[in-house]
């Protein structure tokens, strides 16, 4: 897999795994052994980016990431610190004395000396960005980090803390079904942040493989409840559907595939981790590596997105 720089010096492969679904919101967590041996394939296949969190479980994703990895120095690890999952709300939290107890604990989750990308999961409005930026500094001094990064925070916030300490990504929601974080790039660029897209094919809608039909388990799965999967929005969707499979067939692959290809086309320093625990899908997704769409194609893209309707997207309000 090709690789991409985050941040001027963290070299990752050009697409991450998201390993949240082995352990939380899209059904029951897989048994160990299970989730060991597929996120092993991955890294087999060439991702050398791995994205999980604190409050992923909470604490068991880390751990089976941790055990997945184990001895494969290469392998950049991508955790989070500064939210508490009670039930489906999560509470930010990013007290200087929580993030160093945090630290410790994923340091131990995931058997290594220092965590590669430490990101924080959520602003804290109880805390000022140059707080949390200043910890990071310290941690970072301590050799407990290498790198860090913000997770959906406003411009203004990652600016304030980027000036205290150089935020090497940023963690946010994009994909075709939202794009808002687009006004971010010039800033991003003038400070050399990298853009590590979470729930790029919007929660798996952008693969075509769930229809009106598909069914999820309210208690262990979030898109019984997601927008873009209700009753009624298949058929708002209808215009973004035919425009995926039409460019998947007229490239001859996958809509998921170009739907990743899509956002790596517009910038070198975007990166997506989708989340997969199938074996066949990581393969698949790792394709868009390799489909390079033209700016016209990806211009061409953007002006249908921006001229149909489609339905509301899970998480995707101000
Ligand atoms: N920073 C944050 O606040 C935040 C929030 C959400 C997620 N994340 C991170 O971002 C990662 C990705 O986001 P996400 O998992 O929410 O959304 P996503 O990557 O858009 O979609 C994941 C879903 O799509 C399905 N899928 C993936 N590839 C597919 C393919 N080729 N064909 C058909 N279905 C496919 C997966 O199902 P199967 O597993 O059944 O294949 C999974 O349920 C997460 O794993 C997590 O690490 C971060």
Known sequence: MDKRILGGDLEVSGLGLGCMGFSHAYGEP????????????????????FDTAECYGPYE???????????????????????????????????????????????????????????????????????VAQVMKELAAEGKILHWGISEASQEY????????????????????????????????KRKIGFVAFSPLANGLLSRAYDASSTFDPKSNYRASMPQYAPGAYEENRKLF????????????????????WMMAKKD???????????????????????????????????????MTMSAVFGGHK
Do not use: C
């Open 30 to 49: 897989v048994d160990e052994a299970t989730g060991i041996d597929a996120i092993r394939y991955a890294y087999d296949i060439g991702y050398r980016f």
């Open 61 to 131: 994703n880390e751990e089976l990431v941790g055990k997945a990895l184990n001895g494969r120095k290469d392998a950049v690890i991508a955790t989070k610190f500064g939210v508490t999952l009670k039930g489906v709300t999560p509470t930010p939290d990013s007290r200087p004395e929580v993030i160093r107890k945090s630290v410790e604990g994923s340091l131990k989750r995931l058997g290594v000396e220092a965590i590669d990308l430490y990101y924080q999961h959520r602003p804290d409005p109880k805390v000022e960005p140059e707080t």
């Open 158 to 189: 990652i600016e304030r803390a980027d000036a205290i300490f150089h935020v090497t990504a940023i963690q946010n929601r994009y994909s075709m079904m939202w794009r808002d974080y687009e006004s971010y790039f010039p800033m991003l660029e």
């Open 242 to 261: 035919s425009l995926l499979d039409d460019l998947a067939s007229s490239h001859n692959t996958t809509p998921a595939v170009v739907s990743l290809a």
């Open 269 to 307: 320093y975007i990166v997506p981790i989708p989340g997969t625990r199938k074996k066949e899908r990581m393969l698949e997704n790792a394709r868009a590596s390799e489909l390079k769409l033209s700016s016209q194609d990806v211009a061409a893209i953007d002006e249908a997105l921006s001229s």
